[in-house]
């Protein structure tokens, strides 16, 4: 609420504000409302920043030196300097940066701000003398993929992580030049032949005696599978179906096979594995269609899928009765089941040999040109493309 006072200024509550002018003709007010600012909550954790090369102490036989560290903020890097030069960002929190030493002992210092202002800083101290020598040698760690690894492409990209406190002269993947990506990183895209591939990574560093080093990487090359070929289904009976297939003739050997069913030919639902070329899918509904993908699959990945459909056999029709219309006819009726069509037999014994058959009918069906007086047995089978079962009675 606002209290106005006669020809003045009012006298609001918290916030708000009310001024009335008033002349001989007219009168204006103006409210205006100051609504309260909703505090937002400000970042004051600091980032983290360290140098993880040079180590500190550390004598370098060489003016020139790549500094490397990290630096990590939950919202977020803005820079990092080295020395007051702005450090390069290489992948996740990585940062480096080649400065220049003067004879002597030289303080490397690194500052990281993040987005609010925040900084953190470190140093490390080395000492540059042109005369010393350098015997250690570059470090060399397979980044991706790990050595000794499984991969289903015959290109792929080698990627290693090279340090040394001198910096690094030369990299080589499999007696080719690497490219530099960022900070201590290298890599070099190699083509590889099916089965076993090794590569020699090498690295020289920028000290006088040129130190070299280098580890060993064994690559597998094993193809994905192609598509199994010859896919086929049949029903068993009204709750199983039996599927086979062809194992793939291209591609890399399978170890596996992956079946997985579905009701609408859209999504499927895996139901088993098998390292063999054919498999029985139980617990199915009488007369229902199904549908079913089989996928070979080895360390490398999965094949696409093959897909084929069959359908179960139909339950046998319940309820089986039949009641005379007359001394020359009966009629046989009987509870539908999922079926596309049934069939009534006729015979003059129980389970003996029908007499005539009568297809394509629906319950109930009325059986005429009898003779009076006879005893007659009345079968009726539920049939679709699988097959069909039978109730008498």
Request: hydrophobic residues 40%; proline residues 7%; aromatic residues 8%.
């Given at each position: 609420m606002v209290a106005a006072v006669k020809g003045g200024e009012s006298r609001p509550t918290t916030g708000t504000i009310v001024r009335i002018d008033s002349s001989r003709d007219s009168m204006m007010v103006t409210v205006v409302v100051r609504r309260p600012m909703v505090p937002v909550p400000h970042d004051t954790t600091r980032p983290i920043v360290t140098i993880t090369s040079p180590t500190q102490g550390a004598t370098i036989g060489s003016a020139n030196l790549t500094i490397q560290g990290r630096a990590i903020d939950a919202s977020g890097i803005a820079y990092v300097k080295v020395n007051d030069s702005t450090a390069l960002f290489g992948p996740g929190d990585a940062w480096s940066l080649r400065v220049r030493l003067v004879p002597g002992a030289n303080t490397i210092k690194a500052i990281a701000a993040d987005s609010s202002g925040n900084r953190d800083s470190t140093s490390t101290t080395v000492t540059y003398d042109s005369t010393a020598t350098d015997t250690t040698p570059p470090t060399i760690a397979s980044v991706s993929p790990e050595r000794d690894s499984i991969v289903g492409s015959a290109s792929f990209t080698v990627r290693v992580d090279v340090r040394d406190d001198n910096g690094i002269k030369t990299v080589s993947i499999g007696n080719q030049a690497a490219s530099a990506v960022s900070g201590?990183?290298?890599?070099?895209?190699?083509?590889?032949?099916?089965?076993?591939?090794?590569?020699?990574?090498?690295?020289?560093?920028?000290?006088?005696?040129?130190?070299?080093?280098?580890?060993?990487?064994?690559?597998?090359?094993?193809?994905?599978?192609?598509?199994?070929?010859?896919?086929?289904?049949?029903?068993?009976?009204?709750?199983?179906?039996?599927?086979?297939?062809?194992?793939?003739?291209?591609?890399?050997?399978?170890?596996?096979?992956?079946?997985?069913?579905?009701?609408?030919?859209?999504?499927?639902?895996?139901?088993?594995?098998?390292?063999?070329?054919?498999?029985?899918?139980?617990?199915?509904?009488?007369?229902?269609?199904?549908?079913?993908?089989?996928?070979?699959?080895?360390?490398?990945?999965?094949?696409?899928?093959?897909?084929?459909?069959?359908?179960?056999?139909?339950?046998?029709?319940v309820g089986v009765v039949t009641a005379v219309l007359s001394s020359t006819s009966i009629r046989v009726s009987w509870s539908p089941v999922v079926a596309s069509s049934y069939i009534v037999y006729r015979s003059a014994t129980s389970g003996g040999s029908a007499l005539d058959s009568f297809s394509s009918v629906t319950s109930p069906y009325d059986c005429g040109g009898l003779s009076p007086n006879t005893t007659y047995f009345f079968s009726v089978k539920a049939v679709n493309g699988a097959g069909a079962l039978a109730s008498g009675c």
């Open positions: 201590s990183l290298y890599e070099r895209v190699v083509s590889l032949v099916e089965g076993a591939n090794s590569f020699v990574v090498s690295a020289t560093d920028a000290s006088s005696r040129s130190n070299r080093d280098s580890i060993a990487i064994t690559l597998t090359y094993l193809p994905v599978p192609s598509m199994p070929t010859g896919f086929v289904a049949s029903a068993m009976d009204t709750g199983r179906i039996r599927i086979q297939w062809t194992a793939p003739t291209a591609g890399g050997a399978p170890s596996m096979y992956t079946i997985a069913e579905s009701a609408d030919s859209v999504t499927f639902t895996p139901v088993d594995s098998t390292s063999g070329t054919s498999d029985t899918v139980a617990g199915l509904v009488a007369g229902t269609k199904y549908f079913f993908r089989v996928s070979a699959k080895n360390r490398s990945g999965a094949s696409a899928p093959a897909v084929v459909w069959a359908t179960t056999i139909p339950a046998a029709p």
